[in-house]
């Protein structure tokens, strides 16, 4: 069973980067064979799926967000990661890694971390 | 952009009622739609996938259905530990969410 936990800072400052990252155990990034998303809920709100990573580093994002994303993959240490540039108090969230056999549904999620955008 | 419109936003319903939400797309999305639930303070957790599968574990009082722009998700007897947010996701694109169901205790 694949699991997943998000790390990063809590607090951003605006028009700064935030960078989060997922680790995963139970399974091999590098084995294949799984996508790689991170996903977002404004808090009391819904949710927006930000972009996936495969194994082999290809990538589809959201393209309302996609000037400002980049998401990586680390297999040696099996973790992906996420960088949004420029943010602002809009992309104050929680954010979720997921992933999944395919990019079309998450089957497995991590617990969630809280980031602020604020000065 | 595909929009996915969810209603109702939120509903009051009794254990055992038979609980019913609509998703409708902007544009025919074949059978492209997940539904999920999310407890508070909780990731959300897949119920069906491809509009009308459920995933292995889950009760089967869950059901989904629809096909092009209009789908349904059907809770047939609720039970306490439903009460929950339900979503519906399209993936006929990149993954979009609808708005979310509220389901809450009458």
């Known amino acids: 069973q694949v699991q997943l936990q998000e790390s990063g800072p809590g607090l951003v400052k605006p028009s700064q980067t935030l960078s989060l990252t997922c680790t995963v155990s139970?399974?091999?990034?590098?084995?294949?064979?799984?996508?790689w998303s991170w996903i977002r809920q404004h808090p009391g709100k819904g949710l927006e799926w930000i972009g996936y990573?495969?194994?082999?580093?290809?990538?589809y994002y959201n393209p309302s967000l996609k000037s400002r994303l980049t998401i990586s993959v680390d297999t040696s240490n099996n973790q992906f990661s996420l960088r949004l540039s420029s943010v602002t108090a809009a992309d104050t969230a929680f954010y979720y890694c997921?992933?999944?056999?395919?990019?079309?549904?998450?089957?497995?999620w991590g617990q969630g971390t809280l980031v602020t955008v604020s000065s | 952009d595909i929009q996915m419109t969810q209603s109702p936003s939120s509903l009051s319903a009794s254990v055992g009622d038979r609980v019913t939400i609509t998703c409708q797309a902007s544009?025919?999305?074949?059978?492209?739609l997940n539904w999920y639930q999310q407890k508070p303070g909780k990731a959300p957790k897949v119920l069906i996938y491809?509009?009308?599968n459920l995933k292995t574990g889950v009760p089967s009082r869950f059901s989904g259905s629809g096909s092009g722009t209009d789908f349904t998700f059907t809770i047939s007897s609720l039970q306490p530990e439903d009460f929950a947010t339900y979503y519906c996701?399209?993936?006929?694109?990149?993954?979009?969410f609808g708005g979310g169901t509220k389901v809450e205790i009458k």
């Open positions: 491809d509009a009308s």
């Open positions: 997921a992933s999944g056999p395919t990019w079309t549904h998450f089957d497995f």
């Open positions: 139970g399974g091999s990034i590098g084995s294949g064979g799984h996508y």
């Open positions: 544009q025919d999305i074949s059978n492209h």
């Open positions: 990573i495969y194994f082999s580093g290809g990538t």
């Open positions: 996701q399209q993936y006929d694109d990149f993954p979009f």
